[in-house]
Structure formats: C-alpha cells, structure tokens
C-alpha cells in the first residue's frame, strides 16, 4: 500500500523501554525501513541515554526523536497517566515495546475513551533479568488490566503466545503471533568485514555470538563453555552493553583474554556472522532471537539453551544442540562436539540454512506487520 500523492502519512509513535540496538528495536527499525516513507515515525525510550538502534535507520525515513515527552518511568500516578495520554493526542497509531512501556498502555486504558486517543498494538519479546526465571504477580495484574483496551498484543514466539493467553488473560482475538524474519539472501552471501577490528587469521576459528551484553545473556558462562576448547578456536561477541566488564573478567580469570574479543556493535551484521564456524547463545531467557535466524541464513550450526522457541526455529537436525538452559557443562559439551566435527557443521548448517530460507524471510514478517498496523487505522 502506497500513500496517495500529497497525502501526509501517518504519524506513528514507538514507545521502547530502551532503544538500544537489542532484537525488538532492529525489528522495529527493520520495519521503519522496509514501509519507507508510508510513515512518519517518532520515538520513545524509555532509558533516554540508550537510542544506537537509530544508527540502523536508513536515510530518508522520516523520524524524530524528541526530548519532552513524558518519562516512561517512574510511579504510574493518575497525574502521570494523563499527561502521558494527552502526549499521543495527536499521532494515528501508538506502538508500545516491553514492560517499559507498559505505563503507556495503562495511561491509554484509562484516557483512551475520554481523551478519543488513537489505537495501541503492544509488543512483547521477552523479559529482562528480573523476570528471567518468574514472572512477577504485581505485573501480571497490571498487564492484564493495560492491555483491556489494547487493539492487539503482538508476540514473536509461541511460548509468549501461551503466557499471554494463560497469564495475562488475552483473548485469542487480540494476541498476534507474527514470526520475526530477515532477509535471508543478505545474510547468506559472503561475508565482507572491510575494516572489522578483528582479525581472523588462517587455521583460526570462531564461536560467534550477536547480543546485547546484559545479564540476562549470561555471556561469561559462554566464555567459561569456550576456556577448554583448542588454542585456535576463538569467542567473538558482537555488542554492547553494561555486562562488558565482566566477560572480559571472566575471560582473564580463565587467562583466554586473547582468544575472546568484544569488537561492539556493529551496524550490518550479516557482513560479518559468516565468518563465524559455530553460532552460541547462553541466555538466560530468550523468546525468538533475531540472532539466531540471521546465523542460520548464513549457514551456521548453532549451539544454544532451550530457551524459548529456540528448539523449534532451528532445523531438526540441529536440536541435539539445543540443551539445558544455564547448564556451563552442556554448553561445553555442545561445543566441543561441533568443534572437532568439521562434516557435521557444514551438515547443520546447510538444514538450517535451508530453513531460514523456507520459514524466515522478513517479506512474510513485513506484511503480517503491515496488514495488523493500517487495519488498526482503518486503512
């Protein structure tokens, strides 16, 4: 769907508990990019100082970002629900993103009949550390009352599709289980790292991993899964993030520092994930990882907990590598057994690869997101 010539397009609001380049804000900005200029978006986080996901926008998509909207934090006062409602008066579509944004949803609820506010879809991708192993009752209750007047609950996984109807008391009519996708053919093409900062030098391997380093992630389990491996096989964890300190602790602790290296982010990581042998998670939590759709385009076996949908989105031939959730020795195990069978990662590879391909292609994701955004605008 196109905008007709000169019709002003419409105004979008994305509240994030963080903009940080994590899964559901590449998502959000791979949506920005892929409906170009149909909309004009304006964006929220939560955690103002975390915004790098607007370093993958492309040029020439209309955003603003401004600095006077209401916080999304702090108590949901009556007083702060209200002035939070009144600030997406004058959008057509309100996108919220996470328990941080939850406030947004409630002051919606409340204000939304009143105050004649446009729809909101809510968006869950999973749950940070302090929900990781429990989901909190004082938040269930609230979810379950934000969401009361909410147009859909939007969730990439089939383990959140069942939180949602069994916890939070969502009706099936409003939960949308829309499968996250890449473009698939980008990230099976050679990789081109240019002016990457690590070096992969010949007879060298890598474990590689794409995460936002926080403590959910658990990465210096995956550092201590890697201390026994072979000399030349490497850890390289694209991202950033507040738990840096202490992967590198870990790393010396086990003296590999020089077999583990923490480049950062990185802005095209489907120029540099095949360079990769072994894709590796050791989340905590997980729902749908974008990461590990994108490895498995660009051929890669992967090793992983069984966290969320993981088991499910790799091809069968891999699930002997999906394991027990925050076992080190598992993860270990896993490893090594790809490690010393060259055959059997080309083999897991290809499957997955071939899976990708079949089942994860961003044009299915793009049109499911298109068909639920302009249907809750009447468009």
Request: with cysteine.
């Amino acid at each position: 769907m196109s905008n007709t010539k000169g019709e002003t397009p419409p105004k979008i609001l994305h509240c994030h508990s963080t903009f940080a380049p994590g899964g559901k804000e590449l998502r959000a900005v791979q949506l920005m990019n892929a409906f170009g200029a149909e909309l004009d978006h304006t964006i929220i986080s939560g955690l103002p100082d975390q915004m790098g996901a607007r370093d993958h926008i492309a040029r020439g998509i209309k955003t603003a970002f401004p600095t006077d909207f209401p916080s999304l934090t702090g108590w949901p006062t009556p007083g702060r629900l209200v002035e939070i409602a009144k600030a997406m008066k004058p959008f057509d579509l309100v996108l919220t993103y996470n328990w941080g944004a939850m406030d947004v949803v409630m002051a919606h609820r409340i204000f939304g009949d009143v105050l004649d506010l446009p729809p909101v879809i809510h968006h869950e991708d999973g749950f940070n550390e302090d929900e990781a192993h429990e989901l909190k009752t004082s938040r269930n209750w609230f979810r379950r009352i934000a969401l009361e007047k909410a147009e859909a609950l939007v969730v990439p996984s089939r383990v959140l599709e069942g939180i949602a109807h069994s916890v939070w008391h969502q009706p099936s009519g409003k939960v949308q289980r829309i499968s996250n996708g890449i473009d698939t053919a980008k990230f099976a093409r050679q990789p081109n790292p240019g002016a990457f900062r690590v070096v992969k030098r010949k007879g060298e391997f890598w474990i590689g991993t794409l995460a936002g380093l926080r403590a959910v992630k658990q990465l210096p389990m995956l550092v201590r899964a890697c201390a026994e491996l072979p000399e030349n096989w490497h850890l390289v964890i694209l991202g950033d993030g507040p738990e840096k300190d202490a992967i590198r602790a870990a790393a010396d602790e086990l003296e590999i520092n020089e077999r583990v290296h923490l480049p950062g982010a990185v802005t095209d990581p489907a120029s540099l994930i095949g360079m990769f042998d072994i894709f590796a998670l050791s989340s905590k939590s997980e729902q749908f990882p974008l990461s590990i759709v994108e490895a498995m385009a660009a051929g890669l076996p992967i090793a992983a907990p069984d966290v969320g949908d993981v088991k499910t989105i790799v091809s069968e031939e891999n699930r002997p590598f999906i394991a027990v959730p925050g076992n080190t020795l598992a993860l270990e195990s896993m490893l090594s057994e790809l490690v010393e069978n060259p055959k059997l990662r080309r083999e897991l590879g290809d499957a997955n690869r071939k899976k990708a391909a079949e089942q994860y292609d961003e044009a299915q994701m793009v049109e499911a997101y298109r068909a639920l955004y302009w249907g809750a605008m009447g468009r």
